[in-house]
């Protein structure tokens, strides 16, 4: 088993293969689940207890209560990046994510279906994106509202923006869809948000309408530091199509510079822009790793 990854279910760190669901279980029956996600950088877990905070919101907001206690889950969730870490490569890191489903019904009681598990960073499949940036296409599908449910909680439900990759993936294959909300502003893709840079000022959409990720949060923080005004506020697409820079935040990404929206080139059509540049440079920084440089070296692979 030197060879598989571990991983945490129900009470037990088990070969992957090992950590199986119910069929009748309500997060693989109706999606019915809550999960987050953060990363490793050169092995070593980021933002954990933020990541957890959401993670405990999201189970509040759909009232699963996971019977752990948000320590204890922290310490679970090292103790599977551990037995998992032997199994990392150079240049490697993981995902490293924790669900829970509202389980199985036994008896009138929903009993809560815990995991922890950890998946490698796809850092060949989306290496080409620092290269020549991320061709953003907008989607017909609009973005959940918060009238059906609130975007901020992390569900396993993926339906809406699985609808939306599948329409940006038929026109072009290496497109990352952006969705808009219901009232035609930029909202958010898959496990990603957008910001778009304007006359200095950097521009990202309102949590109301978004999922807030950590990665969001860390670079309106460096923003913050290194003295560049940030503004939360609605993204129409005459500002996307007019921005001056341009790039998603995503765990996995961390920052990624976009080129174009709709086929229509950001800024000069240089990729990064200055302050993308500065950004990511900046992010690197924080996390001990060149961030840019991780996924260019597997262009060679």
């Known amino acids: 088993m030197a060879s598989e ?9 088990v070969p992957e293969s090992q950590a199986t669901v119910s069929i ?26 933020e990541h957890l905070d959401r993670f405990y ?30 199994l990392l490569g150079e240049k490697d890191d993981f995902w490293v994510s924790q669900r829970v489903t509202r389980g199985v019904n036994v008896d009138g009681v929903n009993v809560p279906t815990v995991i922890i ?15 020549d940036g991320m061709p ?32 940006v ?6 497109g990352w869809p952006i969705l808009l909300d219901m009232n035609g502003n930029l909202a958010e893709g898959p496990g990603s948000n957008i910001f778009v840079v304007k006359d200095g000022t950097l521009i990202t959409p309102r949590e109301q309408m978004i999922l807030s990720g950590i990665s969001r949060r860390v ?3 460096l923003a913050q530091e290194l003295g560049i005004t940030v503004q939360e506020t609605d993204i129409d697409l005459f500002d996307a199509y007019t921005a001056d820079e341009a790039f998603v935040t995503s765990t996995s990404f961390c920052i990624c510079p ?24 900046a992010y690197s920084g924080l996390v001990s790793i060149d961030v840019v440089d991780q996924y260019l070296s597997r262009l060679d692979d």
């Open 219 to 221: 670079a309106i923080e």
């Open 24 to 49: 009748r279980d309500r997060g693989f029956l109706q999606g019915d689940a809550v999960f987050d996600t953060t990363r490793t950088f050169g092995g070593k877990i980021f933002r954990l207890d």
């Open 258 to 281: 976009v080129s174009s929206f709709n086929g229509s080139p950001v800024g000069d059509g240089g990729v990064p822009g200055p302050m993308t540049d500065r950004l990511t440079r």
């Open 5 to 13: 990854r571990m991983a945490y279910i129900n009470g037990k760190i």
């Open 169 to 174: 993936k038929a026109q072009n294959p290496q």
């Open 117 to 131: 598990e950890c998946a490698p960073l796809p850092f060949k499949a989306r290496a080409a994106y620092y290269r």
């Open 57 to 86: 919101q999201s189970l509040k907001y759909m009232r699963i209560d996971p019977g752990i206690p948000k320590a204890r889950m922290a310490e679970l969730t090292m103790e599977v990046l551990n037995a998992n870490l032997p």
């Open 136 to 167: 953003v296409i907008v989607p017909s599908v609009r973005r959940t509202p918060p009238e059906a449910h609130s975007p901020r909680a992390k569900v396993h439900n993926y339906v809406n923006l699985i609808q939306a990759d599948l329409e």
